[in-house]
């Protein structure tokens, strides 16, 4: 007998889920979908809304905070950064600044760390006047201990041959 009532408790859990279900249903079924207004935005509207967010995004961030707010400032910024015409005239200052004091550690210091003898050989190939090439030869020698290659500087100025010596 108490399988039969136990049987009995299932089927009236059962069927007040039933009853449950069916009128959600019959609540769905009365809802009159049509009359809903369902307000999707136009995909063409997003589009724009967006574009325009970023554009407007883009000129802020720009124009307003990079270039009038908080500009970028180079600091200690080293002559491997400047431009060529710039690093050529750096060149040529620390050889005249070496052939003024002779002091070799500042100019590996000022010229070591990035090629700069390499700087001085193509600027004394380039150099008209003897006495720029000297320096620039004589410049090249203090920071690689061999000078110029004899076929970029010309004229007996390379440092190969002994001509120049700091």
Known sequence: MECT?????NNLQELEQRERVDGM??????????EIEWKRPHTQAVVLGLALSLAIGFFI????????????EWVDAGPHDLSE?????YVLLVSELYAYQQNRDVVIRMLGYWDGDRAACRLAGE??????KARLVATAHA?????????????GLSGFDNEVTP
């Open 85 to 89: 015409r710039h690093q050529a005239r």
């Open 25 to 34: 249903v019959q609540y769905l079924k009365s809802i009159k979908w049509k």
């Open 5 to 9: 009532e136990f049987r009995t408790i």
């Open 127 to 132: 150099s008209a006047d003897l006495a720029a």
């Open 143 to 155: 920071v690689n201990g061999v000078g110029c290659p004899p076929a970029e500087v010309g004229g």
């Open 61 to 72: 961030g720009l124009v307003v905070f990079g270039w009038w707010l908080w500009p970028v």
